[in-house]
């Protein structure tokens, strides 16, 4: 299982996951959405946490146009076709915060 939450600064998420044996070079990143795989740019891994410049917010739209499903975060080692890991992906609420004022929903 992996869990996407966000930090101080909501220009920056964070994937953690649950293996810290995966490092190395010439790794991607990918996002799975209802079938279809969206690399994430700007993304690093370092031991068991993925970090990401998402500026635009540009996986909560991904999210908002998949619409259904369970969305799963994918790693791939150089251009090999068969995945390193496959988990699914849970969002905290942090993940959210840019664009819904909690303390104003209750």
């Given at each position: 299982?992996?869990?996407?939450f966000?930090?101080?600064?909501?220009?920056?998420a964070?994937?953690?996951i649950?293996?810290?044996?995966?490092?190395?070079?010439g790794?991607?990143?990918?996002?799975?959405?209802?079938?279809?795989?969206r690399?994430?740019?700007?993304?690093?891994?370092r031991?068991?946490?993925?970090?990401?410049?998402d500026?635009?917010?540009?996986?909560?739209?991904?999210?908002?146009?998949?619409a259904?499903?369970?969305?799963a975060?994918?790693?791939?080692?150089?251009?090999?076709?068969?995945?390193?890991?496959?988990?699914?992906?849970?969002?905290?609420?942090?993940?959210?915060?840019?664009i819904?004022?909690?303390?104003?929903a209750?």
């Amino acid at each position: 299982m992996a869990y996407a939450f966000r930090l101080d600064d909501p220009r920056l998420a964070y994937i953690r996951i649950a293996r810290a044996d995966i490092g190395g070079e010439g790794l991607g990143l990918f996002l799975r959405l209802a079938g279809k795989e969206r690399p994430l740019a700007r993304a690093v891994l370092r031991r068991n946490t993925i970090s990401l410049v998402d500026d635009l917010l540009d996986m909560e739209r991904a999210l908002q146009l998949s619409a259904t499903g369970q969305a799963a975060l994918v790693i791939r080692r150089g251009g090999q076709s068969e995945p390193v890991l496959v988990e699914p992906l849970l969002f905290h609420h942090s993940f959210f915060a840019p664009i819904m004022d909690y303390s104003r929903a209750f």
